[in-house]
């Protein structure tokens, strides 16, 4: 979960989504478009589509060069950006409320983004609640940047994510296992990462206790890959 190494699908995908990303640092098209072809260029495989939420947070970063370059850029979205967004999000198997007013597997929902005039940013301000992903849009990415500073603190290297990826977990509970487990199964794994992060409870066990009772931090996963880039952009080593 933490540090897995590698496989041979999510090395494909890197190489899937390439395009997509050289389209967003030619800033040639709108947010949405582009994670809309990112999703399109990734989703043929059968594991679904599990970088959706890094793709919400790298694409402004690459457009945008740099934190506040995003934010920038995601301050001049449209209602067509919305409205591609939504047709991505449609295309993933990623987990939403099944109370969600603005449902996207609900064709309306276009409709409605387009009569109340909802840019992406009002979208991802709308979906900020209860998902820390789109919280990074709205609060000028203070986890990415936390993230980032982490990884530089912690020194180069391997070791260095899991260990900045711990003090994340540790800080507040990840959204999407709150979606799929329950908020007390969320908080329940944000205190167990500060005691392994103190040294109170074993990496290992921690790790495998969250694969045996699918306890996934996917959106913690996807702020910790946008810090990752925020990083190296910044003159972090991933070797060393």
Same mark, same amino acid.
């Given at each position: ?57 790298? *694409? ?33 198997? *990623? ?100 005691? *392994? ?44």
């Amino acid at each position: 979960m933490l540090i897995a190494a590698m496989t041979t699908k999510q090395r494909d995908l890197n190489i899937l989504v390439r395009p997509a990303f050289l389209e967003a640092e030619r800033k040639q098209d709108g947010i949405g478009s582009i994670i809309l072809d990112a999703v399109r260029l990734t989703g043929s495989h059968s594991g679904g589509n599990t970088h959706f939420g890094a793709y919400i947070l790298l *694409v402004p970063l690459i457009m945008g060069g740099s934190i506040p370059g995003a934010v920038s850029c995601i301050g001049r979205t449209t209602v067509k950006d919305a409205i591609d967004f939504y047709r991505a999000f449609g295309m993933t198997r *990623v987990r939403v409320l099944a109370s969600d007013e603005l449902d996207v597997n609900d064709p309306a929902s276009a409709e409605k983004l387009a009569e109340r005039n909802m840019t992406l940013f009002d979208v991802m301000e709308y979906s900020s609640v209860h998902d820390i992903v789109a919280r990074e849009w709205i609060n000028g990415y203070l986890l990415t940047r936390k993230g980032a500073d982490l990884l530089i603190s912690h020194g180069c290297g391997r070791q260095s994510i899991v260990r900045a990826f711990l003090d994340l977990l540790a800080s507040e509970p990840d959204t999407f296992i709150a979606k799929k487990h329950g908020l007390a199964v969320a908080l329940q794994t944000m205190n167990t990462a500060g005691e *392994v992060r103190d040294g109170v409870r074993d990496l290992a066990s921690f790790d495998q206790e969250c694969i045996d009772r699918g306890i996934n931090p996917g959106s913690m996963a996807d702020i910790m890959i946008a810090s990752i880039y925020t990083a190296l952009g910044e003159g972090w080593q991933w070797d060393c």
